[in-house]
């Protein structure tokens, strides 16, 4: 029996946690949970919470901390989170954190995968996404079959946010607000440093190995 794994990711925008994400949900069986998919779920569908959560994504800017902690809670509440999960992108402030640990949620694993910021930009820039089924690829590092399509067959494009000042911007929000993050769960002996490889199966392997280590 593999154990119970409540894994937080941390790592910048465009790290590649939604891909290690993914590949952990596979292996483990267990949900991962992305904010910013839920976020771009709520403004796809109009929701309140989607109109006013659009001014910060567009800008690169984070959704106030009240916000994320709510969807949170909601999602952790769901049955499929009681036999673990992977958090992919929360928290991302200390006040997120520090809220997690007030829910009573005990996390077992954090992982940060660490790319450099240049390394970052050339991957957004060429980072695309499927409007209809939420697929991600890279026009040169994890190409659609389809070309400028998605495997579901709709045209792919770019995200708002995926604009390079934008990019620059949100990466100087990761330092400030969220890289304080791997402190705070170092202090507490749970932090483990993956470092971002160029091929995605190189990363996979050691998100592996820091999680069966
Ligand atoms: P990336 O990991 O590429 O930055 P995400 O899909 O995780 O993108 O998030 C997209 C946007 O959603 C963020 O730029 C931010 O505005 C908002 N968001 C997602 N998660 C959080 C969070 N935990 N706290 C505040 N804002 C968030
Ligand atoms: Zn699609």
Known sequence: MKRVIKLILLGA?????????????????????STGA?????????????????????KGALVPDSVVIGIIKERLAEPDCSKGFILDGFP????????????GVEIT?????????????????????????????HVKYNPSPNGDRCVCGEELTIR?????DVVRSRLETYHDLT?????????KGKL??????????????LTR?????
């Open 109 to 137: 694993d954090v992982i940060s995968i660490e790319v450099p910021d240049d390394t970052i930009l050339e991957r957004m820039s060429g980072r695309r996404v499927c409007k209809a089924c939420g697929a991600t690829f």
């Open 13 to 33: 925008p465009g790290a590649g946690k939604g891909t290690q994400a993914e590949f952990i949900s596979e292996e483990y069986g267990i949900p991962a949970i």
């Open 160 to 164: 708002a946010d995926d604009d390079p």
């Open 209 to 213: 190995a820091a999680l069966e280590a």
């Open 38 to 58: 839920i976020i771009r779920a709520a403004i796809k569908g109009g929701t309140e919470m989607g109109k006013a959560a659009k001014e910060y994504t567009d």
């Open 92 to 103: 991302r402030t200390v006040p997120q954190a520090e809220a997690l640990d007030e829910m």
């Open 192 to 205: 483990k440093i993956v470092i971002g490889q160029e091929k995605l199966e190189d990363t996979t392997a």
């Open 179 to 187: 890289e304080p993050l791997k402190d705070f769960y170092g202090k």
